[in-house]
């Protein structure tokens, strides 16, 4: 886990330079600096051959951040790069920079034939500094027989979480998945909210 309290407008959660075959599991990444480029990511990479990056929760939680949660340069090769949920606060279009280009939410997904199981959802941590996920929807990741247990020595399941922290599976349980209206423009007066929820259980 590394996360929060960052301060410095031209940081980078995790950088990483000039490596071959790395592996980059299970990582739960948080920038909260109002960062003023795109590159001052949660995750950097340059000049990495064969990087293998899967069941990474990568979070820009500053609204006012030009940072993104994953910026790779040209110089970067993958073995896998899947399972992993990008967030990004605010407005700005753009969510990862990778394979020589930026990438929206809309077209990240299969970009490249990578993240084809890859998300794009809100992240709810116990705070900035601590990681910790309180979101019942839990991202499911893909198994890594490397990796049996996460941050606090828990046990993985059979179908991981991403992110460092393993939450602990209900058959039943609820989470708000859209909220269908109002949509934005919005305008002034009393109007009906409407949530779609769903079961993030194993029901």
Do not use: W
């Amino acid at each position: 886990m590394i996360g929060g309290g960052f301060r410095n407008t031209v940081s980078y959660g995790f950088y990483a330079s000039s490596f071959y075959n790395i592996d980059f599991f299970f990582n739960t990444i948080n920038h909260d600096a109002a960062t003023t480029a795109e590159q001052y990511a949660s995750a950097y990479f340059t000049s990495c051959l064969s990087l293998d990056a899967r069941n990474n929760v990568l979070s820009v939680s500053n609204a006012t951040a030009l940072g993104l949660p994953f910026y790779s340069t040209n110089s970067v090769t993958y073995s896998g790069f899947n399972y992993n949920n990008f967030y990004k606060a605010g407005t700005v279009t753009n969510l990862l920079y990778s394979l020589g280009g930026a990438q929206t939410a809309n077209n990240f997904i299969g970009n490249g034939g990578y993240n084809i199981n890859s998300l794009n959802r809100s992240v709810t941590f116990t705070s900035n500094t601590d990681l910790h996920s309180t979101d019942a929807a839990c991202f499911n990741g893909t198994n890594i027989s490397s990796v049996t247990t996460d941050f606090d020595g828990q046990t993985r399941g059979g179908t991981p979480d991403m992110g460092a922290d393993e939450n602990p599976a209900y058959s039943n349980d609820v989470a708000v998945d859209a909220i269908v209206t109002p949509v934005a423009p919005l305008t002034a007066g009393t109007q009906d909210v409407k949530i779609r929820i769903r079961n993030p259980g194993s029901n």
